[in-house]
């Protein structure tokens, strides 16, 4: 059985740090589809920072320059260092990856979501 456990999540003050990490049991990361979600409230879910299908990361417009993606495959989780945060970044954050490539990916694999506060 395939699980993503996020972690790393809680309260921050603006302008603060914050890395969320993402570890995986049953599945290996690849180099593709796979990153990072985030939902608010009242908000439709919205890709954050992701490897995407051919292999490149790409972030939303509103953290690009703040956020980072990364990965350490010896010990097989997921990171996303989060910098400089705002209000704004208040939501539940996800990670996620695909059981194969496909363009576009297809998400498979989702964690069960952490909280992160800014405020």
């Known amino acids: 059985d395939v699980q993503l456990v996020e972690s790393g999540g809680g309260s921050v003050q603006t302008g603060g740090s914050q890395r969320l990490s993402c570890a995986a049991s049953?599945?290996?990361?690849?180099?593709?589809?796979m990153g990072w979600f985030r939902q608010a409230p009242g908000k439709e879910r919205e890709g954050v920072a992701v490897i995407d299908s051919d292999g490149l990361a790409k972030y939303a417009d509103s953290v690009k320059g703040r956020f980072t993606i990364s990965q350490d495959n010896a010990k097989n989780t997921l990171y996303l260092q989060m910098n400089s945060l705002e209000p704004e970044d208040t939501a539940t954050y996800y990670c996620a990856a695909a059981a194969r490539r496909s363009v576009p990916c297809e998400y498979t694999y989702w964690g069960q979501g952490t909280q992160v506060t800014v405020s």
């Open positions: 049953g599945y290996t990361y690849s180099s593709y589809c």
